[in-house]
Structures are given as C-alpha cells and as structure tokens.
C-alpha cells in the first residue's frame, strides 16, 4: 500500500556532499513525523535526523551543523542534505515516515529499502 524509495547515494570524497531524498508514495492520507537514519556495518541503526510535518528538526549530535534535512509536504518527500561529509559518515541510510494510510485509523511507521553512502578518498 505505501513505498518509500530513497535516492542519491554514492561515493563521495571526504568533505564532499550529498543530498537523499526520499519519496513515499501509495494510499496515503495524511504523513507526520519523517527522518533519516544510518547503518554502518558492525555497527547498530541510529538516528540521522527528524522533521515534523510543521518543520521542527532534530539531530544526532554527530551531524549538527553539517546535515540539513527537510520535507515538501506536497510531494510527501524528504531531502538530507550532508556536507563536509566524513569517513565515519559511511553507512547505508535510511529514510522513514509516520503514515496514516487511507481508510486507517492509525499511523504506521513505514522504512524504505536503504541507499549507501560511502566517504572515501
């Protein structure tokens, strides 16, 4: 019933950037909280970053200063925009999203598939 696709990773070079994105699509009413989290190999899935459907972000204190994220609520998308971005950078990311599908009374929390980020020289 509801997809959510991210795209543009890649390999990138130490303090290169990036910008996901990530598009949720299918029978969907109404979308609240979205973000981003990563998965380095070894390593557990951590936050990134959130964004409320008013526009109230929060960070993991790794990325503050250097990730950006942000949402257009008409295209049920959300963007993360990495700069200076760093080795320990690396990871698979994640993009979710709070989603009432239509003709539900609750909102589920939806993942997409991952997209990898690799920073490297």
């Known amino acids: 019933q509801v997809q959510l696709v991210e795209s543009g990773g890649g390999l990138v070079q130490p303090g290169g950037s990036l910008r996901l994105s990530c598009a949720a699509s299918?029978?969907?009413?109404?979308?609240?909280?979205m973000g981003w989290y990563r998965q380095a190999p070894g390593k557990q899935r951590e936050l990134v970053a959130t964004?409320?459907?008013?526009?109230?972000?929060n960070y993991a204190d790794s990325v503050k200063g250097r990730f950006t994220i942000s949402r257009d609520n008409a295209k049920n998308t959300v963007y993360l925009q990495m700069n200076s971005l760093k080795p320990d950078d690396t990871a698979v990311y994640y993009c979710?999203?709070?989603?009432?599908?239509?003709?539900?009374?609750?909102?589920?929390?939806?993942w997409g598939q991952g997209t990898q980020v690799t920073v490297s020289s």
């Open positions: 299918g029978s969907i009413f109404s979308i609240n909280a």
């Open positions: 964004i409320t459907r008013g526009g109230n972000t």
């Open positions: 979710n999203a709070d989603i009432l599908v239509r003709g539900s009374y609750y909102y589920t929390i939806y």
